[in-house]
């Protein structure tokens, strides 16, 4: 680009009377020399040039013709010395001394880089300056007034703050009253319970009718009667299935429990979560107010000649972007609020604040509660309670080949002639009978290998849970360690710092010792560290609660029963009282 404006220089410095075929680095067509200026007869043709005073990249050339002004002042032009009796002094290019009229060295203008000189210098149109567009603000910098459209932000908040506050208390019990899914394991205990009772009940008796040798015609006779049926379950069969649902409602009464923390635990977590959404909602609104107070400075500091337009083109930027920030944040905390009634049972809750204690979270011995909940946790006892259960299982499918005893008794009328004129028939007599199976081919062998097999499945399971908990616990009490101390470390040390260095940078661009950037850097990152220490705060919060609660979530997880689903056990209508 220099170059270019140099050679122009170089023309219109000419003119018509500096047309040498000689000069050094310059290439020039055959023809005779050209007389000094004050011998030609006629000016050279005049080229076009633009307007005076016009901006050519730095340089006024004023009005020239072909004809050249005894003295021309280039001196002052970058990089160029230009001699009255020559051309020399142009940066990077020996032009040596020249007469108007006397041949110089071996000039080869074609040579140089971006330049044909294959016509006379007095008729070589001349260029104006090589301009490109810049991207065009949308409106002119005007201190008195802002740019863009100014839009306020919307207030999505301003009927939640007219509601009471709400705490961590009133979501928990509301949680007890309303969340499905506590009543939902209440029902599974219920329903082992209802099982237990159903799988203990004696088979019911039955009543029949029974016939034997029965004619008619003029004969008559036969036996005709009535007879009661009842099995007799030996071998305790009957203590041993209910026994089994026993300890499935037991097993129960842990989900209940578990489902319990889940509920609390979840409700805990999202309550926290909102309330982190809420104190960030006031620090977007504290950004704001202190970008649109940046804003209106900056106008007042452009009206007095101390802002320029960068400085109010940047100032509404981050005015700007702090309304985006501001909505988000009101737009997070109402989607954290839903989240939070969800877990609390509440579909139809509106939004309000919360009260709650965000800036301390509690202390807890992280390795001593780790052993604990790989110790006591619900999902440990109920893996434990499940061997009993599958010890039950076990004792039952012994005792099934114990046969049971099936008894009947009844009365019969026989009608056979003993005696004959008079007619006498044998008349009323009793009938009684007794069964029992003998488990010769099927003595359960089957079931009580897979009942030894599901005792040792629950045993290992155990184990399993166990080393699942630690697996999972672990990453939770490192996080919140890190929470606290990175917490910690934002209160006492990061953000004191950055709002002692915000307050000096506003106060040095206030006494014109400061360029305005750095003021909006230092004010970014000292937000920017408040953000960061409520999300330390939450995740500090976040993981305390998770280690408080066993580290069990899924407070909307539908529970799961202790054993089979089914409740067709010991149907009256079987009389075996088996679980069938």
Known sequence: MRLPLMVAALVLATGAAAQDNSMPGMQMPAKSPAKPAKQQSRPAPKAKQPAKGHDMSGMDMGQHTGHTTPQHDMDNMPGMRMDHTGHDGMQGT?????????????????????????????????????THDTLSLQEPENPSRKTGKNDPVPELLKDVVTRPRQSLADFLAMSDRSNPTVSQ???????????????????????????DQIRGGSYGGGEHGAYVQQTIVLGGKLGARRDIYRQQQRSDEIGVEAQTFRVHGDVSRAFYAALTAQALVDVRRRLLGVALDAVETVHQLANVGQADAPDILQTEVEAEQAKVDFLSAQQEFLQRFRTLAAYAGQRSLAPSLLAGDLEHPPEIDTEQQVANIIANSPEVRRAQQEIAVAEARLKDARREPIPDLTLRAGEQYNGELVRENPNVHAGPQSIASANLAIPLWNRNQGNKDAARVELERARQSVARTQLFLQQQTAPVAQSYQTARFTANRYREELIPRAQRAYQLYLQKYQAMAQAYPQVLVSQRTLFQLQVGYLNALHEAWDSAVMLQNFNLSGGLTEPEPSGSGTTTINLPATGSGSNE
Do not use: C, F, W
């Open 94 to 130: 020996d032009m040596g001394q020249h007469d108007a009229g006397k041949p110089s060295k071996g000039t080869d203008m074609q040579n140089m880089q971006g330049m044909h000189m294959d016509m006379p210098m007095a008729e070589a149109p001349q260029q104006g300056s090589v």
């Open 185 to 211: 394991a209440n029902a599974l205990a219920q329903r082992s319970a209802a099982q237990a009772k159903q799988a203990g009940l004696y088979p019911n008796p039955s009543i029949g009718y029974q016939g």
